[in-house]
T-cell receptor
């Protein structure tokens, strides 16, 4: 079975500082990994994905994520946080060896960026 | 704007009732997924359709059913509603290919009184 863990319920960071939102995953085969962001009263918005190739993936709004196979992690990062980045962030995994298309999501991490 | 449209945005009903949630996928997307988001259980996959056929089932209750029509829109039917069914229901669509991201609508908030 596939699973995702987001160990922090909330991350607080000052505007202008770098941010990291952590994600670890468990799959039996090779993973496809995704990050989504959810703003209040909105659906999930796709940020970036790792499929194969370069371990550092760049996405929307200046976000990037680093895939680490040995640590089974896919942490989301941004060099300089903005107040407008404050939202709920979800990591998701798809185990391609199962043929299952549905995503398994982590529990979410609330990012709070202070001015 | 994701291109995925869900209606209605809000639904308030009583226990025992039946409701239908509607989803129009992005233009060209053949796959539709339904998810339930609640405070206690997070985001849970319910069911997937691809070009009108059911492809995968997740944690979907027997009281719930879905279908995808020839024009590719999908409906999620929830019956014999219970208080615990109160949640946000999301529809997502994707292009063909396992590496394609899913794009989510803004959801239907269902409140059971």
């Amino acid at each position: 079975a596939q699973s995702v863990a987001q160990p922090e319920d909330q991350v607080n960071v000052a505007e202008g500082n770098p941010l990291t939102v952590k994600c670890t995953y468990s799959v039996s085969g090779n993973p496809y990994l995704f990050w989504y962001v959810q703003y209040p009263n909105r659906g999930l918005q796709f940020l970036l994905k790792y499929i194969t190739g370069d371990n550092l993936v760049k996405g929307s709004y200046g976000f990037e994520a680093e895939f680490n196979k040995s640590q089974t992690s896919f942490h989301l990062k941004k060099p300089s946080a903005l107040v407008s980045d404050s939202a709920l962030y979800f990591c998701a995994v798809r185990d391609i060896s199962t043929g299952r298309r549905a995503l398994t999501f982590g529990s979410g991490t609330r990012l709070q960026v202070q001015p | 704007d994701s291109g995925v449209t869900q209606t209605p945005k809000h639904l308030i009903t009583a226990t025992g009732q039946r409701v239908t949630l509607r989803c129009s996928p992005r233009s060209g997307d053949l796959s539709v997924y339904w998810y339930q988001q609640s405070l206690d259980q997070g985001l849970q996959f319910l069911i997937q359709y691809y070009n009108g056929e059911e492809r995968a089932k997740g944690n979907i209750l027997e009281r719930f059913s879905a279908q995808q029509f020839p024009d590719l829109h999908s409906e999620l039917n929830l019956s014999s509603l219970e208080l615990g069914d109160s949640a946000l229901y999301f529809c997502a669509s994707s292009a063909a290919g396992a590496n394609q991201p899913q794009h989510f609508g803004d959801g239907t908030r269902l409140s059971i009184l």
